[in-house]
């Protein structure tokens, strides 16, 4: 009977000196793998916005030409990387105003819907081309169309942007008349457009 108490108790001092060497192992900490704690720039939908400065120039051949000067924040949602929509809102200042636009004011508000995507992959590349169409209307003026194109350098969800484009804005202008009276119209005119901005 005592060889059985002994042989027993020897039994529970090994297996409990085996498993405090057990607990006394380090080990690395596992990686939270749970969807709500995963890093934003991972994901490939979801909320995306972006800030933009641009200036931009008219091209009419026998007129006067003038220049515009805009800040522009757009937000909207990422549905991949290769299409994301949004909603802009920007303030835009009219230089050398009074030649063209018939308001006394230098300052316009653009509103519109935003379009842009990749045209390849940002794995592996740290810049990578991208299109971008403004649809929308100016306070104080009018209808609004602005493609462009241009480069992206960062990360997919972090980079910075520079594009090209055309701006084709629906003006009120005005004409001198015969007797030399200020009569307004509504005009058309084209910009060529240059345009920094980031986006995440």
């Known amino acids: 009977m005592m060889k059985i108490v002994v042989s027993a108790v020897v039994a529970m001092v090994c297996a409990a000196s085996a498993f405090a060497q ?16 995963k890093e ?3 994901n490939s939908t979801g909320f995306w916005a972006a800030v933009e400065a641009s200036g931009a120039y008219s091209c009419r051949l026998f007129n006067s ?8 924040a757009v937000f909207g949602y990422r549905f991949n990387e290769f299409f994301r929509a949004g909603i802009g809102v920007g303030g835009r200042y009219y230089i050398d105003n ?3 636009r018939y308001s006394a004011s230098e300052w316009a508000f653009p509103l519109y819907a935003n379009f842009r995507g990749n045209f390849i992959p940002t794995q592996y590349r740290d810049v990578v081309p ?10 104080r003026d009018g209808f609004m169309v602005r493609p462009s194109l241009g480069l992206r350098f ?4 972090s980079a910075f942007t520079l594009g090209v484009g055309y701006l084709g804005q629906d ?9 030399g009276t200020k009569v307004a119209k509504r005009k058309f005119v084209s910009f060529v457009t240059l345009k920094v901005g980031y986006e995440f």
Do not use: H
């Open 65 to 72: 030409n003038f220049s515009l000067a805009e800040v522009d």
């Open 130 to 139: 991208f299109y971008s169409v403004d649809l929308g209307g100016t306070i």
């Open 154 to 157: 960062g990360r997919e969800r």
């Open 98 to 100: 009074k030649k063209v």
């Open 171 to 179: 003006l009120r202008s005005f004409s001198v008349n015969d007797i």
């Open 22 to 37: 057990e607990n006394q192992v380090k080990r690395m900490p596992e990686v939270n793998t749970r969807y709500e704690q």
């Open 40 to 42: 934003y720039t991972e």
